[in-house]
């Protein structure tokens, strides 16, 4: 069973269209959180959601808005999408405690 | 604000022999440190982490990583390279709390040649 599922693994879009990225863990963690990871390979924190409630918001553009519908899901809606936002996006989740973090194998959105 | 520095984009070594992969870091409080391997197109691999106890960690893969705190240095390391161990690798800290984000160091591209 995967722990950290995300979809679509792929997805391909035209300039100012709007797209949802799913995640879902089966972990039982209380705290999910969306990557960014861009072209030149930098990973960087965008949102962590601890129990369904935003606990941190970096600078992000306003056009993305997380929802976490429960704590095992948070998804990822991007409004009027731009040819930078060209990423592959990667959810984790983790809990309390020394028992780490795990990713899911992320998301390559392609504005093109 | 924690940080993680990982001073060299690339390490290149010869089939057999040994690799470092170095990292430094910067938090408050006692840390937890990880690394990660992404090969190309895929996700990030857990390979280990450092909570507390031996400053010597084992990992997956035949890797090790040493905490050392007087450094504040977590370097990867492995008796010996293979072929297949080239890929990207990434070290990050997290305050010790563990509901709190991963920071990421900028991750170093290791090429083994046979």
């Known amino acids: 069973d995967t722990a950290v599922s995300q979809t679509p693994k792929y997805l391909v879009t035209q300039m100012g269209n709007d797209k949802s990225i799913k995640c879902e863990q089966n972990?039982?963690?209380?705290?999910m959180y969306w990557y960014k990871q861009d072209s030149k390979k930098f990973l960087k924190i965008m949102f962590s959601?601890?129990?369904?409630?935003?606990?941190i918001n970096e600078t992000v553009p306003n056009r993305f808005s997380p929802k976490s519908p429960d704590k095992a899901h948070l998804n990822l809606h991007i409004n009027s999408l731009e040819l930078g936002d060209s990423a592959v996006y990667f959810c984790?989740?983790?809990?309390?405690?020394?028992?780490?973090?795990?990713f899911g194998s992320g998301t390559r959105l392609t504005v093109v | 604000a924690q940080s993680v520095a990982q001073p060299e984009d690339q390490v290149n070594v010869a089939e057999g022999n040994p690799l470092t992969v170095k990292c430094t870091y910067s938090?408050?409080?006692?840390?937890?440190l990880f690394w990660y391997v992404q090969y190309p197109n895929r996700g990030l691999q857990f390979l280990l982490k450092?909570?507390?106890?031996?400053?010597l960690v084992k990992g997956s893969y035949g890797f090790e990583a040493e905490f050392n705190k007087s450094q504040t240095s977590f370097h990867l390391k492995k008796p010996s390279a293979l072929v297949s161990d080239s890929a990207l690798y990434f070290c990050?800290?997290?305050?010790?709390?563990?509901?709190?984000?991963?920071?990421f160091g900028k991750g170093t591209r290791l090429s083994v040649i046979a």
């Open positions: 959601y601890n129990n369904k409630e935003l606990i």
């Open positions: 984790a989740s983790s809990q309390e405690g020394p028992r780490g973090y795990t």
């Open positions: 938090v408050s409080g006692n840390p937890y």
């Open positions: 972990l039982g963690h209380d705290t």
């Open positions: 450092y909570i507390t106890g031996d400053n």
């Open positions: 990050a800290v997290s305050p010790g709390s563990g509901n709190t984000p991963l920071v």
